[in-house]
């Protein structure tokens, strides 16, 4: 099983940025499409964004389009979500989960189950 490694949430105001990073213990970890997904209080594990392995190809749920950005190190095996105009509605406690496939659309399932702690993001107004 990879282990994954979420780090960087914070407390911050709306308007705020943050950049989480995800770290594996994974050798091949280029192998892997990567993803970014978060859980607020009381919803489901939500799908946010994802990159293909290269980097060259990622796409995004509608709520982060145009504010967030994914890019991932394959030398340094990092994963990388880059938050800017954060809103209320993004307190969620955020995780990293790596892919089986990069399908022209992300489906439900397409993760992995190897879950991490994640990282608590929270933006006040």
């Known amino acids: 099983q990879v282990q994954l490694v979420e780090s960087g949430g914070g407390s911050v105001q709306a308007g705020g940025s943050l950049r989480l990073e995800c770290t594996s213990s994974?050798?091949?970890?280029?192998?892997?499409?990567m993803a970014w997904f978060r859980q607020a209080p009381g919803k489901d594990r939500q799908f946010i964004a994802r990159?293909?392995?290269?980097?060259?190809?990622?796409d995004y749920t509608d709520s982060a389009k145009g504010r967030f950005t994914i890019s991932r190190n394959n030398a340094e095996n990092t994963l990388y979500l880059q938050m800017s105009n954060l809103k209320v509605e993004d307190t969620a406690v955020y995780y990293c989960?790596?892919?089986?496939?990069?399908?022209?659309?992300?489906?439900?399932?397409?993760?992995?189950?190897?879950w991490g702690q994640g990282t608590q993001v929270t933006v006040s107004s």
């Open positions: 989960q790596a892919l089986r496939y990069y399908r022209p659309v992300y489906q439900v399932g397409d993760e992995f189950d190897w």
């Open positions: 994974e050798p091949s970890f280029s192998a892997y499409v």
């Open positions: 990159i293909d392995r290269r980097g060259n190809e990622s």
